[in-house]
């Protein structure tokens, strides 16, 4: 996978939670952002897992620790999705260890709690990234 894919597949989800935010607006709870999300994502034809359990390795052992991340897109971007008030730095470092821990190159913090929706979504990327071709 290139950088160009990986940020032609996250543009693409940028496009659906646009869409999703069109036809429901702010208010709702994460949980019906996170299912809208993922049924617009499906009609794109793009694999999700949904609330995928995140390994933790602590000294050589894997711990059953309940870290779930919302939405892993194509295998390559992670998307964490929030519906508040503001997004607080605890969310990008949230976003940013479950990047790290499932070595994916990119992403998406997507506030639905907003009037702008393009204004509330934050891109990352990591090491895995500037690795890529």
């Known amino acids: 996978?290139?950088?160009k894919e990986v940020n032609q597949v996250?543009?693409?989800?940028?496009?659906?939670?646009?869409?999703?935010h069109k036809q429901?607006?702010?208010?709702?709870?994460?949980s019906v952002y996170e299912i809208c999300l993922v049924q617009e994502l499906k009609v794109k034809g793009f694999q999700i897992v949904r609330q995928l359990?995140?390994?933790?390795?602590?000294?050589?052992?894997?711990?059953?620790?309940?870290l779930r991340l919302d939405l892993l897109v194509n295998d390559c971007v992670v998307v964490e999705l929030k519906a508040v008030e503001n997004l607080i730095p605890l969310y990008e470092a949230q976003l940013l260890t479950y990047m790290k821990l499932?070595?994916?190159?990119?992403?998406?913090?997507i506030n639905f709690h907003t009037e702008n929706i393009?204004?509330?979504?934050?891109?990352m990327?990591?090491?895995?990234?500037s690795i890529l071709p």
């Open 1 to 3: 996978m290139t950088k």
């Open 10 to 20: 996250a543009y693409e989800i940028v496009g659906c939670a646009i869409e999703v």
């Open 24 to 30: 429901v607006g702010p208010g709702l709870l994460e």
């Open 53 to 66: 359990s995140v390994p933790i390795t602590y000294k050589g052992v894997r711990l059953d620790a309940e």
């Open 102 to 109: 499932l070595q994916k190159p990119k992403g998406l913090l």
């Open 118 to 123: 393009t204004k509330s979504i934050k891109p």
């Open 125 to 129: 990327v990591n090491e895995f990234f």
